[in-house]
């Protein structure tokens, strides 16, 4: 999966189902391995919302991911399309590639913007919270080892 897979895809974060799995049926349905397609659901929305909420206040993020049937945290940076995302994210605010109607359909979908958003309604203050690592569940194919072929040969 490439930028323009992701720029691509993003639309179907518009008026997508509120069940990740629903989600992810649809983008497999366009073409995408299960594993592609849950990373996208579950990588975009927190690279998109990330961007977002570094722009309304300094807080500080961190850089691994759990996933809830495992007991065992794995680096965001290790996920090309969690790291794809957040440049398209950081690129599209900025400049508007992804529209800005889906841009938020994205970013509305990740957990880390909605505390945020319920902080800030509840009149908190953000600027230097810390977010724990992020639990992410449902997903059968996240922190998974590649096999020894796929790790040689992608």
Request: with cysteine; hydrophobic share 45%.
């Amino acid at each position: 999966m490439n930028v323009d897979d992701l720029i691509n895809l993003a639309s179907v974060f518009v008026d997508a189902p509120d069940d990740d799995e629903a989600l992810t049926k649809i983008v497999e349905n366009r073409g995408y391995k299960i594993d592609l397609a849950e990373r996208f659901v579950a990588f975009m929305p927190l690279a998109f919302g990330r961007v977002v909420i570094s722009k309304i206040g300094d807080v500080s993020f961190t850089s691994n991911y759990k996933v809830k049937e495992q007991n065992q945290e794995f680096a965001l940076n290790e996920e090309p399309i969690y790291c794809l995302a957040y440049k398209l994210a950081i690129e599209s605010y900025e400049k508007g590639i992804i529209e800005r109607e889906i841009f938020s359909a994205i970013a509305t979908r990740s957990a880390e913007l909605n505390s945020v958003n319920k902080a800030l309604n509840a009149g908190e203050d953000i600027n230097g919270a810390k977010f724990s690592t992020i639990l992410l569940f449902g997903f059968n194919t996240l922190g998974k080892p590649k096999s020894w072929f796929r790790r040689i040969f992608s």
